[in-house]
């Protein structure tokens, strides 16, 4: 059992298995030795689990666990990446955080806190990476949040 | 004639000329070997064609127009940056769209399957790409759709 | 005294202390010879500066104060990450220019040419980037601008 997938089980996480996208486009791409991942949704078994916007439906802790339903999916593309063996990962470079919000709602950073603590709850140092959270209008069939990646592999 | 020439003859694409910035900045970096297109507008014929907001002034076939049209201005620019050679390209590794939409649109990814299935047609199966698609409130100068790129260059 | 602190020098610019993230996040990251710095606020003294919308509560002047406040904190994070030989760095690559605008500001450009400008000030012909330049509803603490780069370092 590898280093991270030994993580995961201590931490209690299975990664979701990776959603096809729906549209014209890929879940990852890798080149040299950068991966980046397609925008990910809060997918839970599926389904698209958490909808609306924050400070109108959607509480700040909902918005978290949205935000690390992201991140959860974006492992699950980064694993299948590395087929399979996330020991391959050097590190997490940058997320990229859009957070459906309301007009007076300021507190993405703290929305995103839920897809980053995952990323350094699984690896760690070397789960610290650069990121913007930003707030917009509406997102993909009405989705709370939406975070994109980059990961760098081991050389 | 290059392989991806004669495939943007074949699709019957003519390029645009490449539009210059009117800000301070430049269409592309390359770095390494990679190349970082700017975000560009959906613009035709050196004027800009389509703007308004998806779900309010633009429906959605117009929009996916718009999105083309960001899409072959990254092409013009990237053909620019590959010294007229689209061969040299090793596949697009990532576009970032942006949706000018109402409140109530959550349909950006077929909005921005609009680019995304030119980079297709054209590159084939080294077009497929990573990407986001999110709805902003407005985008510079009224425009319905905004794409940047990063692409990676044969070695 | 280094090229680009002479530079800085000769401006009349003196990097502010580069803040420390409230959230789970680092300021930036370095994988081979890119770094990529998380997306910064219009920081002053410790203070966020300029809130409010472009459009509204903010005018272009004040958001183009704005944007050149994030890349000075950008800047900052940099040379933080250079060991304070900011020659260390090749170029800056790319700016990501979100900027909080009511609902009818299209000028999201001429707002992130502060940001732009400050770039080519310091780092002249290799500060020119790629970039893109959206409006958002609203930013993280009501920030007027937030803004994220990516540079390349020497080899």
Known sequence: ?????????????????????????TPYVITGNL????G??????????ITGRLGAEVDIPTGQKAARLCALNILAHLNKACGG??????????????????ADFFSQPEVMNGASELMQQVFGETGKHARFAVGVGN????????VDAIFALKS
Not at 1 to 23: C, E, F, R
């Open 1 to 25: 059992m590898s280093v991270i997938a030994k993580k995961l089980a201590d931490l209690g996480i299975t990664l979701p298995a990776p959603a096809v996208p729906q549209a014209a486009y």
């Open 35 to 38: 991966v980046f991942i397609s």
């Open 40 to 49: 990910q949704l809060p997918m839970e078994d599926g389904k698209l689990n």
């Open 85 to 102: 063996d996330l020991d391959k990962v050097a590190g997490c470079i940058k997320l990229g955080g859009f957070v459906a919000s309301a």
């Open 139 to 146: 997102l993909p069939r009405n989705a709370a949040v939406e």
